[in-house]
C-alpha cells in the first residue's frame, strides 16, 4: 500500500508541483491544506501517513501545527520550506518533526529517508 | 475716596466706640471679678479683630473673609456689655455673650477665600451658630442672673426660672462646642494638605493659631463641663483670651506672606539674571523671584506655532480659569514665551507676573532659541527615526515579494523539473542529463535568490524574534558561535533591528578578519537599555573608523540614541559592544 501524504502549504504553485512529484514517485497524496487550522481538521479526517507541512503559513506557525499533529500516534510530520533549516535554528529539531526538507530539495527518495 | 472705603472708615470709628464702650463700663462695673483682665483683653481684642478684618476688606473688598473677622471683633465688644449695672445692657451683653466664638468658627474655616467649602465645614458652622443665638438666647430665658450672688443685674426677659433647665443647656453647649472643635481642627487639617505650595505659606501660621486656640477653647469647655475651678480654670481662660489676642495678627502675618512685592520680585530677578543663568535656572530664578515653586515656562515656537519646554518637549497651556494662570512675555513686539504660575499670585497684584516677565524678557528670548534649537533636534531625530523604520518596512516587504512570489514560482519550476526527470525513465536521448544540469543550475539560482532575501531583510527576526534569529546566525556560522543570555520577550522592531544587524555584521568580521576560534554573543535588558556584545578569541586589531561595516553599525545605533564601542588590542580578541535604549 503506498504512503498516504497530507499537503499543507499556502501557495498552490507548490501544492501542484509537490503532489505532481510525490504522486510520480509512488506517494498517495490523500488531501491538500491551505493553513494550520485547516491542516489540523484534514489531518483528522483523512489521518496520513505523513504530513508535508509548510513552516510559515498564514495562520498557525508551522511548528505549532507540528507540535499539536505530531502528539500520541498521529502522522509523521515532515516540515518544509522555502527557507533553509538553519534559518529556524533548532526549531525544527525541537517541534517534533520527523525532520525538514527545503522545497527545492524536495523529493520521494527525501521524503523516503526521513520516513525509514 | 470710594463709596468703600468711605463705609470702612466709618465701621473703623464705630469699631473704635464699640470698644471704648465696655472699657469705660469695666471700671464703673460693680460684678466684676478680675476687672484688669477685663480692661486689657477686652478692647484690645475686640479692635484687633476689627482693625485686621477691615484691612483685609480694604485689600480684597470681593473677598467676604475681611467682613467675617469685623463682624468677630463687633461681637466680641458686644459681649464685654455684660459688665454693665444696667439689666437692659446687661442682658444684651449676655444674649451675644457667645457669639464672638459663632463667627470666629466661620470665619478660620473661610480663610482664605472668605467662602466654605465642603459639607463639613458648612455643618460645623451651622451647629455653631445654633449654640451661640438658638440655644444661647433660650438659656438667657430660663436663667436667672441674680441666683449666683455674683452681684449681676437681674434678668429683665426671664420667662421661667429654671436652673436646672439652664443647667443641662449650658452643658449641652459645651459638649456640642467640643463638637465643633473637634470639626474645625479635622477641617483645618485636610485644608492644610489640600492646597498649593504657595497658599500653604500663607495658610500655617492662622490654622497654627487656629488649632491651638481650638485646643484652648475645648479645655475651657472640659472644665465647665467637669466643674473645674478655682486657679486652674482662670488660667486656662487667661491662656485662651490671650490666644485669642492673637488670632488677627496671625491672620495678618498670613495676608502679608502671600503677598510678594513687585519692586523687590524684579530687583532679585534683575540681580539673578545679570550671572547668565544655566538652562533650567531661568525659572528658577523668576520661581524664587514670585516666590512661586510650581512655576513654570513655556517658550513660544512661532516657526511651528507651539509651545515647548526648555529641553524642547511640546507642552500645552493650561486651561483658563483654572488654579493655574497664565502671563504672556513679548520682546519687540512678538511673543516670547509664556509664564504659568499659581493663580493665587495675582491676587494682590495682577501686573506682578507681566512686570517679572518684562524683566526677564531678554534671557527668556534666549532661552527659547535654546529651547527652539533643541526642538529642531529632537525632529530631526525622530524624522531620522522614522526614515530608518519607513526603510524597514520597506525592505520586510521587499524580502516578503521575493519570497512569495519569485522564490516560490522558482521552487515549483525546480520540482517539477525533478519529476519530468523521473518520468523520463531511461529512453530520453539525453534529456534527463539536460534536466538535470537545468535543475542544478535552479538550485543554485533558489539558493542566491534566498541569500540575496536573507540579506535585505532577516525574515526570521521579524517573524520569530532575537532567539530564533541569533540561533540562525550561529547555524551558519562557520565560527563556532556561543549564543549566551537572550532576553526570551520581543523587543521594538527597529531595536531588535539594530540589534541582529550589528551581531551579524561582528560575526562577519570574526569569520573575515580574527582568525578566532570561537566567538561569543550575549544580549542582555538592562536599566533601559539593550546591552549587546560579541566577543571572540582571535588577533584584534580591528579599527572601527576603516572600513564601511562597523562605520554603518555606529550609525545605525546612533540613529537610535545608541552607542557603539569596539576593543580590540592586537593579540587580544576583540570585543564589539552596543548599548540601545529601549523604553
Redesign the interface.
Known sequence: MPISVLIVDDHPSFRASARMLLECEGYEVVGEAVDGAQALAEAARLTPDVVLLDVGLPDLDGFEVTSRLAGNGGPAVVLTSSRECCDYGSLAERSGARGFITKAELSGARLGALLA | MTSLRRALWLLAAAGLVAGAVPLALTFGSDHLEVRALNAVFGPLIGWAFIATGLFAWWRRPENRFGALMTAVGFAWCASGLTVADEPGVFIAGLLLGTLPYGFLVHMLLAFPRGVLEGRLAIAVVALIYFLTTVMQVAWVLVYDTTREDCGCPPNPILLWDQQGVADLITGAQSALGLLVIAGLIVELYRRLHGVSRLQRRGLVPVIFTGVVLAAALALTLVADLTGVSGPVEDAIDIAGLCLLAMVPFAFLAGLLSTRVSRAGAVGDLVTRLADAPERGELRDALAEALGDESLMLAYWLPDSDAYVDARGQPVTLPQTGSSRAVSHVEREGRRVASIVYDATLAEDDPGLVDAVGSAAALALDNERLDAELRARVEELRASRMRVIEVGMEERRGLERNL??GA??????????L??AR??LNGNDDGASELLEGAGQE??LA??EL?ELA?GIHP??LS??GL??A???L???SPVPVEVGAVPPDRLPKPVELAAYYVISEALTNVVRYARATYATVDVVRNDGHVLVEVGDDGVGGADPERGTGLRGLKDRVGALEGSLAVESEPGRGTRVRASIPCG
Do not use: G, K, N
Request: zero cysteines; aromatic letters at 0%.
Open positions: 519570497h512569495d522564490q516560490q514560482r522558482l521552487v515549483s519550476l525546480a520540482i517539477t525533478r519529476t523521473s518520468r535552479l538550485d533558489i539558493s534566498r536573507r525574515a526570521v517573524d520569530r532567539p530564533a541569533l540561533e540562525s550561529a547555524a551558519r
